[in-house]
């Protein structure tokens, strides 16, 4: 039985992905699991953001780095980069939104094309709690997760349901992988199995969550002091509004102004010729 660990002593440290549409409740999963807390205003996630609780299983001590990264198109660029190292996922969908429910294939295609095959996939159904806006069947839910080889579980973040053991079933089929696989070579169980990677990122990465004693929830920044991984530097927000709401629109203006003149100067010719 999983159990809170408030230190940040731990055994193994593994990182967990949330992927899935915009505004299905993955933000309000990831605060319910690691501080207990729901927002109702909470806000479509910009860029990405991460959060960490440690719990016991079989008798160790395993640190879960959970990610959860904006839904939206336009920032496909980081989430893709932002699978790199993951170990398990929560792929998640709203039950009043069948829409949501229909991408999830898009989503597992994504993810299982930038991990590990030995990633360990939990499908969750959130807003179950909404059960008079349902849109989703628990039977289509069960039966796709069947078909893709994958966990599967309905939650509600409002009410705290499942949260709790959907997170710690993830965290526990992936330390059941690991040392299954450390047997499989022969190593100690709990030493990390050879040429398996289970840390997120490089040392610095690790080391910047260490020296930040433990953070619950830190949204990571550009100007923050901590080492962050290369592709979170590319901030690219900035950038795209300095160059759609500033340098293309006066592109654009010049280029109007020109086409005037010389459609102006052309019919004046033509005039005079006349």
Not at 26 to 36: A, D, E, G, P, V
Not at 61 to 72: E, F, N, P, S, Y
């Amino acid at each position: 039985m999983a159990a809170y660990r408030a230190d940040d002593d731990y055994d193994y440290l593994f990182k967990v992905v949330l992927i899935g549409d915009s505004g299905v409740g993955k933000s309000n999963l990831l605060s319910r699991f690691t501080r207990n807390e729901f927002s109702l205003e909470s806000k479509s996630t910009i860029g990405v953001e991460f959060a960490t609780r440690s719990i016991r299983v079989d008798d160790k001590v395993v640190k879960a780095q959970i990610w959860d990264t904006a839904g939206q198109e336009r920032y496909r660029a980081i989430t893709s980069a932002y699978y790199r190292g993951a170990v398990g996922a929560l792929l998640v969908y709203d039950v009043t939104r069948h829409v949501t429910f229909e991408n999830v294939e898009r989503w597992l295609k994504e993810l299982r094309g930038h991990t590990d095959s030995n990633i360990v996939i939990m499908l969750v159904g959130n807003k179950a709690d909404l059960r008079h806006l349902r849109a989703v069947s628990t039977d289509d839910a069960k039966a796709f997760a069947e078909r893709e080889n994958t966990f599967f579980m309905e939650t509600s973040a409002l009410e705290s349901m499942n949260v709790e053991t959907a997170f710690t079933e993830v965290l526990t089929q992936i330390h059941h992988v690991v040392s299954r696989k450390a047997l499989e070579v022969g190593d100690d169980p709990t030493a990390l199995p050879k040429g398996r990677t289970i840390n997120v990122g490089s040392k610095d990465d690790v080391s910047a969550v260490k020296n930040a004693g433990c953070p619950q929830d830190l949204r990571l920044k550009s100007n923050e002091n901590e080492q962050l991984p290369n592709f979170l530097h590319l901030t690219s927000v900035p950038y795209s509004w300095f160059f759609y709401g500033i340098v293309l629109p006066r592109v654009m203006f010049h280029f109007i102004v020109l086409i005037v003149f010389v459609v102006f100067d052309c019919f004046r010719i033509h005039s005079r010729q006349i």
